[in-house]
C-alpha cells in the first residue's frame, strides 16, 4: 500500500515544513473500537514530540459506566487526556443518539477554540465522530478522516460519507475505498491509501506467548485454543426490532451449541439497551457456558479473535481483524454485508430461524482460514505520520471537490418547457401491430394499426417504420418520446428485451431481441414485456390497481393471461413464465389446450373456446335463437354464443356457466396460492365473466379470500398503457 497520488511538491514541502512550529494534532475518540484505530496513531506522534503536539479529548460513551469506563485504558495506555466532554444522553433510542450529536456540538466548540489544533483525527462514521466534524469544519479546522470510503450496509454508510464530505484529508484502507473517495468527488491528492491502523499493532502481536493466560483469565482455566466463541452483536438503527430479533436468535443458537462463549455487551447505539434486557431476559450473565463483558482491552481481545473456534455477530471486527488471522466468521444480518471480506466470512443476511443460526455455526466452527490482508500490512501509521507532515498549513483552507466533466447546460424555450412527457407503445397482438404515443396521464395522444405480418422480416420492418413514423409526428404534436415499451404475447426475458417463447398466434416470433434493433434505429430505451404484465402495469399506474400493493389481473380475450402485482413490484417468476393464468389446470381429463396440455382454464373459457363452442352448436343448428340476426356470411364468433345465451338458449348459457365455473376456480387457486387484495378482470370478455367469477369465488373460496372483490377493467387499451407505464415509470425515475 502506498499513497495513491505523490504530488511532485512533496519533498519540498516536508522541506518547508522542517523548522517550522510544531503540527498541533487533535485525536478525538468516542468509544471503545474507535480508540483500537486511533491508539497506534497517538503512540506513533506522541514519540516524536519534536515535530508533533498530541491533544486528545475523549467523548461519547467511554465515559459512560454501563460500557466499562473505558477512558481509563487511555490512561493506562500513558496519554494525558486533556478533555474529557459528557455528550451522551442516556435512552438508547434514535431521539438520544440526535440528542447526544446536538449536546457535543453545544459543548465542543469551547474545546476545540481553547486547543486550537491544525488537525483534528476524527475516525469511522460513529454519530459522535459525526459532530467532531461538523463542528471542526464550521470552526474552520482540518480534519484527517480515518476509514472513509468503506461501504457496510446501513445508516453508518450515510454517516461515513457525510464525515468524508465535511474532512479535507483522508487516510483509508483498501483500494476500492479509495475508488469511492474519489467516485465522491475528493481530490486525489489529498487520499492516502494507508491500510488500518489498528493492523499495525495487530500484526506485531499476533503470536504473543501467553495466549493462553489470556484465554483462560477471561474463559477459564478449562478453555482449550480454538475451542470457544466470541460473539458481538450491535443494534441497526434503521431496523431496529429486527436486529433485537436476530440477537435472541443468536443467544439461542448459541445456548443449543454447547460451547464455552465470551459475549461483549453491545454498543450505544439506539436499540442497545432492549438487546441487553434480551441477554438478562435468557439469563446469559449467570449461564455456565457465557462469560459476558462490557469492555477487553484490544490487545487481549485480539489474542482472543485469534483463538476462537468461530466469531459471530454483525461486528466490524469480524470482517475486518479477524480475517488477518484466519478465523472463521459468521455476520448475522445486514450491518457488515457491505464491507470487503476474505473467504472467512460467511454471511447469513436473513436470520429469521435459530436452526439456520445453528447450522452456521456447524459449518465454521473449528476451521481455519487463509489470513487476508485486505486492510492492512502492519505499516498505516508510518505512512499516516508522513502523509501529516506534508500538509501545508499555508494552503487555502476551502474544500475544492473534483467533478467529473459534463455537458454545458443547454438553454430552454417556452415550447421545450410545456412540451408534454411521453412514451411510444407497441402493442403486438395475433392479428394487429398497434404503435400509439401515450401521455405521462395515460392519454393516447396518437394511434397506428396495421395488420400484423406473418413474417419475421416484415412485422420487423413494419413496426420500425409504425415507430419512426409516430417518433417524427411526436415533435409536432409537442410530445417529448422519453423511451419505447414493447407489449407482446409469449414467454418474455425483460431483462435483456427478448421473446424467449411465442404463442402460437404470433408466427416466427421465438427467441427475438426486440430491444436491440427498436433502440438501434430510434436512439431511446427500450422495455419489452408479456401482454398480461401490461396489463397489470395498465391498471396499477392507470386503473383500479392504482394504489394497490397486491393484486392480479386476469386478461379474457383471444386467450387468457394476466400478471400479478405482489408488494407493488410485478412478478416474473425465475424463467419469466409466472402468472401463465390461462394454463392453470381446473381439470384432468378436460378439453386440450394450445399449450398441449388439458384441462387448462384457456382451454374453457378463452375467446378461442368460446368460438369452437360456438361453431360446434351452430353445426348441430342449436346456436340460433329468436331474436338473433346472423348472417350467413359472417364468421362464428364467441360474442355469438354470448348474445345466444343472453337471448334465452340453454345449450349456449350451459357453455358460458362452464367457462364461468373454469375461470372462476383458477382464480380461486390464485387466491389461496399469493392472496391479493383485489382480482381485475381485463379483455373483451371481463363483463360477461365478473359476476359468475365473483358468485364462485364466494362459494369456493377459503373464508378468509371469500370477500376479496373481482372488478372489470375500465382501460380501453391496457396492452398499450401497460407498455407505456414501463417507459413512464422508469424513465422518469432519476437516478444519480
Not at 477459564?220 to 485454543?225: C, S
Not at 505520520?385 to 500538509?391: A, C, G, P
Not at 422495455?527 to 396499477?540: F, H, P, S, T, Y
Amino acid at each position: 500500500m502506498q499513497r495513491a497520488k505523490e504530488k511532485p511538491e512533496k519533498t519540498k514541502m516536508e522541506n518547508k515544513n522542517q523548522g517550522q512550529r510544531k503540527l498541533r494534532v487533535c485525536v478525538a475518540t468516542c468509544n471503545r473500537a474507535d480508540y483500537s484505530k486511533l491508539a497506534p496513531i497517538m503512540s506513533g506522534l506522541k514519540k516524536q514530540p519534536e515535530e508533533f503536539e498530541l491533544e486528545v479529548v475523549v467523548l461519547g460513551s467511554h465515559l459512560i459506566d454501563d460500557y466499562g469506563n473505558t477512558f481509563r485504558m487511555i490512561e493506562q495506555d500513558d496519554f494525558d487526556i486533556g478533555s474529557k466532554l459528557h455528550t451522551i444522553v442516556r435512552g438508547e433510542d434514535e431521539a438520544a443518539m440526535v440528542e447526544s450529536v446536538g449536546l457535543a456540538l453545544v459543548k465542543l466548540p469551547d474545546v476545540l477554540q481553547r486547543l486550537r489544533p491544525d488537525i483534528l483525527v476524527v475516525h469511522g462514521d460513529r454519530f459522535d465522530a459525526l459532530a467532531l466534524a461538523t463542528a471542526a469544519a464550521l470552526m474552520n479546522i482540518r480534519i484527517l478522516h480515518l476509514e472513509g470510503g468503506e461501504v457496510s450496509g446501513t445508516i453508518d454508510d450515510s454517516i461515513r460519507h457525510s464525515i468524508t464530505k465535511l474532512a479535507h484529508y483522508h487516510a483509508c484502507c483498501t483500494r476500492r475505498a479509495e475508488q469511492h473517495l474519489i467516485a465522491m468527488c475528493e481530490d486525489h491528492s489529498r487520499i492516502l491509501l494507508a491500510g488500518c491502523p489498528s493492523y499495525d499493532k495487530l500484526l506485531s502481536t499476533n503470536n504473543r506467548d501467553d495466549y493462553t493466560d489470556i484465554i483462560k483469565s477471561w474463559l477459564g482455566d478449562k478453555v482449550e485454543d480454538r475451542d470457544y466463541i466470541v460473539a458481538l452483536q450491535h443494534p441497526v438503527t434503521t431496523d431496529i426490532q429486527h436486529s433485537i430479533k436476530i440477537y435472541g436468535l443468536m443467544l439461542d443458537a448459541l445456548i443449543s451449541f454447547n460451547k464455552r462463549t465470551l459475549i461483549l455487551f453491545p454498543n450505544i447505539d439506539a436499540g442497545s439497551k432492549d438487546m441487553v434486557r434480551v441477554m438478562r431476559k435468557k439469563g446469559i450473565e449467570q449461564h455456565h457456558n457465557f462469560r459476558a463483558v462490557k469492555h477487553i482491552p484490544f490487545e487481549q481481545f485480539i489474542q482472543l479473535v485469534r483463538h476462537a473456534g468461530c466469531m459471530i455477530g454483525n461486528s466490524s471486527c469480524g470482517v475486518r481483524e479477524a480475517g488477518a488471522f484466519g478465523t472463521p466468521v459468521i455476520n448475522l444480518g445486514t450491518r457488515q454485508t457491505g464491507r470487503e471480506t476474505g473467504e472467512n466470512v460467511l454471511h447469513v443476511r436473513d436470520a429469521d430461524t435459530q436452526n439456520k443460526v445453528y447450522h452456521a455455526l456447524e459449518l465454521q466452527f473449528g476451521k481455519r482460514y487463509p489470513c487476508s490482508k485486505i486492510y492492512g500490512d502492519g505499516n498505516a501509521v508510518p505512512r499516516i505520520l508522513k502523509f501529516l507532515r506534508t500538509i501545508d498549513l499555508d494552503e487555502p483552507l476551502q474544500k475544492t471537490f473534483c467533478f467529473p466533466i459534463v455537458k454545458d447546460s443547454i438553454s430552454q424555450d417556452i415550447d421545450h418547457i410545456l412540451e408534454t412527457q411521453s412514451a411510444l407503445a407497441i402493442d403486438l397482438g395475433g392479428t394487429n401491430l398497434r404503435v400509439a404515443i401515450v401521455s405521462m396521464r395515460g392519454k393516447i395522444v396518437k394511434k397506428y394499426t396495421q395488420p400484423n405480418p406473418k413474417k419475421f422480416e416484415d412485422r420487423m420492418q413494419l413496426m420500425l417504420k409504425m415507430c419512426t413514423d409516430a417518433t417524427r409526428d411526436a415533435v409536432s404534436l409537442n410530445c417529448r418520446v422519453l423511451g419505447v415499451g414493447v407489449s407482446t404475447g409469449g414467454r418474455v426475458n425483460p431483462q435483456e428485451g427478448v421473446v424467449v417463447h411465442s404463442t402460437k398466434l404470433i408466427e416466427e416470433w421465438s427467441s427475438v431481441d426486440l430491444r436491440t434493433p427498436i433502440a438501434d434505429v430510434l436512439q431511446l430505451p427500450v422495455w419489452v414485456d408479456n401482454d398480461g404484465n401490461c396489463a397489470a402495469l395498465a391498471e396499477k399506474k392507470f386503473g383500479h390497481g392504482k394504489g394497490v400493493e397486491d393484486f392480479v389481473t386476469v386478461i379474457t380475450g383471444t386467450g387468457i393471461g394476466g400478471g400479478i402485482i405482489h408488494q407493488n413490484e410485478l412478478i416474473h417468476g425465475s424463467t419469466f413464465c409466472a402468472a401463465e393464468l390461462g394454463h392453470i389446470m381446473v381439470s384432468l381429463d378436460g378439453p386440450e389446450c394450445s399449450c398441449g396440455s388439458r384441462g387448462c382454464i384457456e382451454a374453457y373459457a378463452s375467446g378461442m373456446a368460446l368460438q369452437k363452442e360456438a361453431k360446434r352448436l351452430y353445426d348441430e343448428d342449436l346456436l340460433n335463437v329468436d331474436g338473433m340476426d346472423m348472417k350467413l356470411t359472417e364468421p362464428i364468433t364467441a360474442a355469438h354464443l354470448i348474445n345466444a345465451a343472453r337471448l334465452g338458449n340453454c345449450r349456449a348459457d350451459a357453455v358460458l356457466n362452464k367457462a364461468s365455473t373454469a375461470l372462476g376456480v383458477g382464480i380461486v387457486n390464485m387466491l389461496h396460492i399469493v392472496n391479493p387484495s383485489l382480482v381485475i378482470l381485463s379483455g373483451i370478455l371481463a363483463s360477461c365473466y365478473q359476476a359468475p367469477v365473483q358468485h364462485i369465488i364466494s362459494e369456493r373460496a377459503l373464508d378468509c379470500a371469500k370477500n376479496i372483490k373481482v372488478v372489470a377493467s375500465e382501460l380501453e387499451e391496457p396492452a398499450l398503457l401497460g407498455a407505456a407505464s414501463m417507459v413512464l415509470d422508469y424513465a422518469t425515475r432519476r437516478t444519480y
